[in-house]
């Protein structure tokens, strides 16, 4: 059983095979061995993020661990993942539509065991090694941009850099509603959504945070789909920022075309349509 259902994968492949870059072999024979296949190799990365295993326990006859961490670094340094994400949010985009009046904004702490460039001291895990992401998402809880820092970072200074990752979708509603939860209850905040020209609804400290809830829950829902549908964020073990950045973004991918599938199941006919709602 794959590790994402073919109605996703298949046509995320499609796009993913479409943006790897050409390969020049300079071998006078082409190479000394024939070369394992791309699909092989995304189909073992794909298994790595799902179940969050190690790369010599995802290895097998037809690929070894060092492939698949070549082949990852390759599409890594081609920006093969990060492109993949911009193209499955733009398709969101132009046949759902990204409800952009109200982003909601919120970091997500998870362990980090073997440490590295994206970590730090967990503050809910007993001072053990663990790292932040900041996500942003639309009013239906869409990814549309994560900043990864060490678990020791607070809430509010990554929240400048998580907004920057929302401008790669162009210019926003003219009217923009940024929900926070409490740990964004500054003057500092503030002073940074104005300068953006954003509206801020940011919960209050001393007060209860469900009774001043409002539209913040769906990014709640996104960190638990990152968490619970992908292992390998709920525990990170890559020490390099590059990599786990490789991997959310294969992550939102996933999602923002899971969600696109099951919207437009009811209004739209297609050949591969799935025969239930995902």
């Known amino acids: 059983m794959p590790a994402v259902p073919s109605c996703i994968l298949e046509p995320l492949w499609d796009q993913f095979v ?16 024939p070369r394992i296949s791309e699909r092989v190799v995304f189909d073992k990365l794909v298994q790595v993020l799902v179940l969050g295993c190690a ?13 698949i961490r070549r082949r990852r670094d390759e599409w890594i340094a081609a920006g093969v993942f990060a492109e993949l994400d911009r193209l499955v949010l733009d398709a969101y985009d132009r046949i759902a539509g990204l409800q952009l009046d109200d982003i909601a904004v919120d970091g997500c702490i998870v362990k980090a065991p073997c440490g590295g460039q994206a970590a730090g001291r967990s503050p809910v895990d ?15 809880g869409i990814p549309l941009g994560v900043v990864v820092a060490g678990a020791n970072c607070h809430d509010s200074p990554l929240l400048s850099s998580t ?3 929302v401008d790669r979708l162009g210019p926003l509603p003219e009217h923009v509603t940024v929900h926070l939860d409490r740990g964004y209850d500054s003057t500092k905040t503030r002073d940074l959504l104005a300068s953006r020209g954003l509206h801020g ?9 469900p009774v001043q809830v409002g539209k913040r829950w769906v990014v709640e829902r996104t960190n638990s789909w990152h968490n619970r ?12 920022t590059t990599v786990i950045d ?4 294969l992550a939102n991918a996933i ?23 995902p």
């Open 18 to 33: 479409n943006l790897l870059p050409d390969r020049h072999v300079v071998h006078p024979l082409g190479c000394h061995r």
């Open 55 to 67: 790369y010599d326990k995802i290895a097998d006859t037809s690929c070894s661990a060092s492939t």
């Open 126 to 140: 007993r001072g053990k090694q663990g790292t932040k992401r900041s996500l942003a998402v639309d009013a239906v």
């Open 163 to 165: 907004l920057d990752t």
């Open 201 to 209: 609804r940011i919960a209050e400290k001393g007060k209860p945070a």
């Open 229 to 240: 549908g992908f292992k390998k964020l709920a525990i990170c073990t890559e020490r390099r």
């Open 246 to 249: 490789a991997f959310v973004a």
């Open 255 to 277: 999602i923002t075309l899971r969600r696109l599938v099951r919207s437009a199941w009811t209004t739209h006919r297609w050949d591969t349509r799935p025969s239930r709602r």
